[in-house]
């Protein structure tokens, strides 16, 4: 199954990074790549995008692992089912991402973030990602514009 293959390959991607970030780097030790445009920085987020919820991180993961089973069991819920590859890519790419930061939470008690963009806004340039996070957020979109037209 491909899709099963996307949600792996996700998973085991961000997982190496994170442990490589993690074990190398200092916190919040920053090294330019890309001209200066991608910053790695290693950060902790115990919440969600810009630190929501991190002064609750059992709140969090509860969420987390709510929105991690819904989004198994529709996705579970159309394996089975002929069509609908690009509902079926979207929640793989969610998936695979979720369960990354999920497994972070659970394991560590915070999120491994380890990259930034740099921007003119000083607000943009300090939201920290990881790879995850990406897939996450294009697997949602995915969605939205899959789920419309499928059906």
């Not at 996307?6 to 790549?33: C, H, Q, S």
């Not at 294009?138 to 789920?147: E, M, N, Y």
Request: no cysteine; hydrophobic share 45%; glycine share 10%.
């Amino acid at each position: 199954m491909i899709y099963l293959g996307i949600i792996a390959g996700i998973f085991w991607l961000d997982y190496f990074i994170k442990r490589y970030v993690d074990k190398n780097r200092e916190l919040m030790e920053e090294t330019p790549i890309l001209k200066g445009k991608v910053i790695i920085r290693k950060y902790y987020n115990k919440g969600a995008a810009l630190n929501f919820l991190a002064k609750k991180p059992e709140r969090m993961r509860q969420i987390q692992t709510l929105l991690m089973a819904a989004a198994g069991g529709s996705f579970f819920t159309l394996l089975s089912r002929r069509g609908d590859k690009g509902v079926k890519t979207a929640l793989a790419m969610i998936l695979g991402g979720g369960a990354s930061n999920l497994y972070d939470r659970v394991k560590k008690g915070h999120v491994v973030d380890y990259f930034s963009f740099k921007t003119r806004s000083r607000r943009l340039s300090g939201i920290i990602f990881n790879i995850s996070d990406f897939f996450v957020f294009a697997g949602a979109l995915l969605l939205v514009l899959f789920g419309k037209k499928e059906k």
